[in-house]
């Protein structure tokens, strides 16, 4: 059984930093790959970043430079530094791990970006 609890969301003006966090439960943290994605009112869930279990990154080309995925396998934890947050990054953030036909999804967490 796989549990991802995230934290770290909030409100940020324009221009500022958060950190999301995901804390994973089970065993197969370090073989999977892990992902970011984020939902705004009204839009598809889009994919923010990914990792893989060696630690290749992925980012959608609307937050390249401006985010960063990382994950500590020893911590069973993944998280998201985003930077630079402009008003349409405002949306509720989902970590998701992936392993073979296993897929768990976090509770969500808001992050609201102020102009």
């Known amino acids: 059984q796989v549990g991802l609890a995230e934290s770290g969301g909030g409100l940020v003006q324009a221009g500022g930093s958060l950190r999301l966090s995901c804390a994973a439960s089970?065993?197969?943290?370090?073989?999977?790959?892990m992902g970011w994605y984020r939902q705004a009112p009204g839009k598809q869930r889009e994919l923010v970043a990914d990792i893989t279990s060696g630690g290749r990154t992925n980012y959608a080309d609307s937050v390249k430079g401006r985010f960063a995925i990382s994950r500590d396998n020893a911590k069973k934890t993944l998280a998201l530094q985003m930077n630079s947050l402009k008003p349409e990054d405002t949306a509720v953030y989902y970590c998701?791990?992936?392993?073979?036909?296993?897929?768990?999804w976090g509770q969500g967490n808001q992050v609201t970006v102020s102009s």
């Open positions: 089970g065993s197969i943290f370090s073989q999977s790959a």
């Open positions: 998701k791990l992936t392993w073979g036909s296993v897929n768990a």
